[in-house]
């Protein structure tokens, strides 16, 4: 039943008992055919047929909210995905019917539109979580590569007027709560009261509906930027080169010059376009972590709090600011980053452009083999971004060479705010 507007006449409130009704597509994860593991539903969908907590859109459906409560969109609208397809095939692979190695994504979630389309005609908003799609990357940095002649135009990958054609992918998270907490080592009741707490109960059908195990967390996703034959990602006869990036749109975006990501990065995608050239492929994995996961404004206070410090901005006292501030120096973890490698079919990567302990770790614990480890040049470093760097190879982090002694880092100064 529905008001004049199509909103619901009346609210249900899911933190009382008996208010969740047993949902008429139970999800069965880790099934190898997509019937029989069923759909993923969020929230936007009919009482009765959702199965799974939150909804969809990530951070993103706030924005939705905000569109319904002003009249400009319909609460009970339903997207047409007429050729919204798959621009390119990716999968089954057998990752995808092993529950312990993909618990952050639905491995399905491309095809969601097709594998569904009875149910979807029937009235049943199920949405897809991933995309595909085809465009050209145009990046000043390719160009200069091509001009000092590390890369060439082929008219294939690169083309005439140095832009780079990519295929790209935007994952949405699916959490599969029994796998998360199995990957975190803790047990389930215990992780689902912590979510529930720690977003100060919004979704309380966490610790009230045990029989949905689907989570659909408001957080930001995963974009993939795939170069070369999209078929030799999971050919382990051909060879693969990846970088898997976390969000700093500080230096990724305007290009500020206190860290390494946008020179790392795009030292990353260089050396994805010349895998791709030597006829492997190339992966960029760009995760929405900014700030290492504790956000914007926690980076910029930490920022502060560096350059103003006794002495002035040190390696030896990098990570120990950045704890001050947040509490843990490092809040992204990469226990759920290996999923996406693994949706991609992927088991071994020839070239792993990082220098992240923390990242190879992760993916090698995951049952991925790692080849060669690839460190950014030096001459690409700002020289702002030199306390960071001396920072990391202290602290672990893969350099070719020694890293620097305790006694070094002292003398590892940068920038105070009075320089800017």
Avoid at 370 to 394: H, S
């Amino acid at each position: 039943m529905t008001g004049s507007d199509n909103r619901p006449s009346h609210i249900r409130l899911t933190s009382h008992p008996g208010a969740g009704a047993p949902t008429r597509f139970p999800i069965h994860w880790g099934e190898a055919d997509a019937k029989a593991r069923g759909p993923v539903i969020g929230t936007v969908s009919r009482f009765g047929d959702r199965n799974a907590i939150g909804t969809h859109g990530g951070s993103y459906s706030l924005y939705r909210a905000l569109a319904v409560s002003s009249g400009a969109l319909n609460p009970i609208q339903r997207p047409d995905l007429t050729n919204t397809a798959p621009v390119v095939p990716v999968g089954p692979f057998p990752q995808w019917s092993d529950p312990g190695r993909i618990v952050s994504l639905d491995p399905f979630g491309h095809l969601a539109a097709d594998l569904f389309a009875d149910l979807i005609a029937e009235g049943v908003d199920i949405r897809p979580t991933i995309a595909i799609t085809k465009a050209r990357l145009t990046l000043n940095e390719i160009q200069e590569a091509i001009r000092l002649g590390r890369l060439q135009v082929d008219g294939t990958v690169v083309h005439e007027h140095g832009d780079v054609s990519v295929i790209k992918a935007a994952v949405d998270p699916v959490w599969y709560l029994p796998g998360i907490a199995e990957r975190f080592g803790v047990k389930e009741e215990k992780l689902r009261r912590v979510l529930f707490e720690q977003t100060a109960g919004m979704y309380p059908e966490l610790v009230t509906r045990p029989d949905l195990s689907v989570f659909l967390p408001p957080i930001g996703g995963i974009t993939l930027y795939l170069f070369g034959d999209p078929a030799a990602v999971a050919d382990p006869r051909r060879r693969l080169t990846c970088r898997v990036h976390d969000e700093c749109n500080g230096s990724d975006v305007f290009g500020s010059d206190i860290c390494t990501c946008r020179p790392y990065l795009l030292h990353g995608i260089e050396e994805c376009v010349a895998e791709a050239q030597r006829g492997g492929a190339g992966l960029i994995v760009y995760n929405r972590k900014e700030g290492r996961a504790l956000g914007e404004v926690t980076k910029f206070l930490v920022y502060n709090a560096r350059k103003r410090q006794e002495g002035g901005d040190t390696a030896a006292k990098y990570f120990e600011r950045t704890e001050c501030v947040a509490g843990v120096q490092d809040a992204r973890f990469q226990e759920l980053m290996p999923d996406v490698l693994h949706w991609l079919g992927i088991t071994r990567i020839d070239r792993f452009v990082s220098m992240s302990d923390m990242k190879h770790d992760a993916v090698v614990r995951s049952g991925i083999e790692i080849g060669e480890r690839v460190a950014i040049p030096d001459d690409r470093i700002p020289i702002d971004a030199l306390v960071e760097m001396e920072a990391k190879k202290a602290a672990g982090y893969y350099t070719p060479t020694a890293p620097p002694a305790p006694d070094d880092l002292a003398d590892t100064k940068g920038r105070s705010l009075d320089d800017f």
